[in-house]
């Protein structure tokens, strides 16, 4: 196979820290290449060079066996590179034809000939979305569709997809896994990154591994396992298999939602939803982005109004208490937005700082003490390996998945009986997800009830005890963990209820 680009000794440094410290990489036509890493590895930097919004310190770059320099995202549009981003980049307000066409070769808008080619691209290679539909009103698999055919439709052969299954079902999952496999058939070369090691191994034909900042293999697919894979990532063995510890039957109940109805402006955010949740239980939520997730977290800790329902904490009616008076009562949120810093972190301030947004109501008299919180910083960097200099960092200088850390690690440290957790390793490699899972576990054993809210299907079976799934606001039923499918889930996730 011929091909595609040639990394060399690429070099990208951010200040101090080197982002990427000589990486090599091939990527072949018609193949599918999965770049792997753990958080901070350098992925990210890396495909930002070949889109051309970052330009490399050092090294070479060849496309199609030629020297070439990427310095703007038209430049790597012009050598047939682009690229699907994790957070879609389409105009909310315009169709998909309009989406597609603009910032195509100019008359595109107005050529004739641009819907048979527009057509005849959907068929090639299995995308369908209707031209004339205004992406306010697409699903999310609808979206990503859109993205794709944009990227062919400007004469990309050779593609990169950020997490592209993060909040798809795995009906959809799959339906994107055919249409990749049709590029490669077509002659596309294709890198996709992920840290869903499952998707790694049944679409790649060849696995490039990242760890920190350099390239430390490229192996076969056919060749390797999820355990080497992550050995690869992490540099030592690393266990990959989450405990279920026995939800305790002696544990009274937590959270009591009855008949519960949000609504998020003009729409109707929950409808009718009712649960319950012991302590030292994990409920999982399962369901696609947009089903209600946010606004269940949200009315929960106080910061939505119900618009009817009731929420019972302990025997206790919560709804219309002050987000203040829910934590004082022992509830704790960890929600991970699509920004990191959006939710509970204040980004200018270091680490003992955002520490102290949590437990400044401790302290005694007018005088703030620091100690208590660099201690939990500390604790918190040790435990879950969190890459930083040290307690005094500003949080914005950390990694995504570093943030993420910080902001579920102070959580969890506040001792909460009920913990509810929406994301917790969105975007954090493998190492760091199993990391996640284990405190929850231990939170768990110490009959902390946890309300699981994740996109990751397989670790929903096998992490929770129960599992609720919610569409489009609803409640399509609740199942047990251990006797559930993914099937089953995606079925519901998709607006089936459970028998």
Request: aromatic content about 4%; glycine content about 10%.
């Amino acid at each position: 196979m011929d091909t595609a680009i040639q990394l060399t000794d690429i070099r990208k440094r951010f200040g101090s820290v080197a982002a990427n410290d000589g990486i090599d990489l091939e990527l072949r036509f018609g193949e599918i290449l999965a770049l792997l890493g753990e958080n901070g590895s350098g992925k990210t930097t890396l495909v930002n060079m070949l889109s051309g919004i970052y330009q490399p310190d050092a090294g070479h770059i060849d496309v199609r066996g030629k020297a070439v320099s990427i310095a703007s995202p038209r430049d790597a549009q012009r050598l047939g590179i682009g690229m699907v981003h994790q957070h879609f980049k389409l105009v909310e307000a315009f169709t998909a034809r309009e989406n597609i066409q603009m910032g195509g070769p100019a008359g595109h808008l107005r050529a004739q000939t641009s819907m048979e080619r527009l057509l005849a691209l959907q068929k090639d290679y299995g995308l369908h979305v209707p031209m004339s539909k205004r992406v306010h009103d697409m699903s999310v698999s609808e979206k990503q569709c859109v993205e794709i055919l944009k990227l062919l439709y400007r004469g990309a052969d050779i593609l990169i997809l950020d997490e592209p299954t993060a909040v798809l079902t795995p009906q959809e999952a799959d339906a994107l896994f055919a249409m990749l496999r049709r590029m490669r058939e077509n002659g596309c070369a294709v890198i996709i990154i992920t840290h869903k090691l499952s998707e790694v191994l049944a679409i790649s034909d060849r696995v490039t591994v990242l760890r920190r900042g350099k390239s430390v293999a490229t192996v076969q697919t056919s060749e390797t396992s999820a355990r080497q894979l992550t050995e690869l990532m992490v540099g030592r063995p690393v266990e990959l298999r989450i405990e279920r510890p026995a939800p305790s039957k002696d544990e009274e109940q937590l959270l009591d939602v009855r008949n519960l109805c949000v609504k998020n402006g003009e729409s109707q955010a929950l409808q009718d939803l009712s649960f319950t949740l012991r302590g030292g239980e994990i409920l999982g939520v399962a369901g696609i982005a947009g089903g209600g997730q946010k606004e269940l977290c949200e009315s929960v800790a106080g910061l939505v109004k119900a618009e009817s329902g009731s929420i019972l904490f302990c025997g206790e009616r919560i709804v219309g208490l002050s987000p203040a008076d829910i934590i004082k009562k022992g509830i704790s949120m960890s929600f991970i937005p699509e920004d990191r810093l959006g939710m509970g972190l204040v980004a200018s301030m270091d680490i003992t700082n955002n520490m102290l947004l949590k437990t400044y109501r401790a302290s005694k008299g007018p005088i703030l003490r620091r100690s208590a919180a660099k201690a939990m910083a500390n604790r918190l960097i040790d435990r879950l390996d969190i890459s930083t200099p040290g307690p005094n960092t500003p949080v914005r200088q950390l990694s995504g998945g570093n943030v993420q850390k910080v902001l579920l690690g102070r959580e969890i440290e506040s001792g909460p009986r009920l913990l509810i957790t929406a994301y917790a390793v969105r975007g954090l490699d493998t190492h760091s997800s199993f990391t996640i899972y284990d405190l929850l576990n231990r939170q768990k054993e110490r009959g902390v009830g946890i309300l699981f809210i994740g996109e990751d299907l397989d670790v929903l079976l096998e992490l929770c005890d129960r599992i609720m799934v919610l569409c489009r606001g609803e409640c399509m039923g609740i199942v047990e963990a251990k006797e559930a499918t993914k099937e089953q889930l995606g079925l519901m996730m998709a607006g089936v209820k459970g028998e």
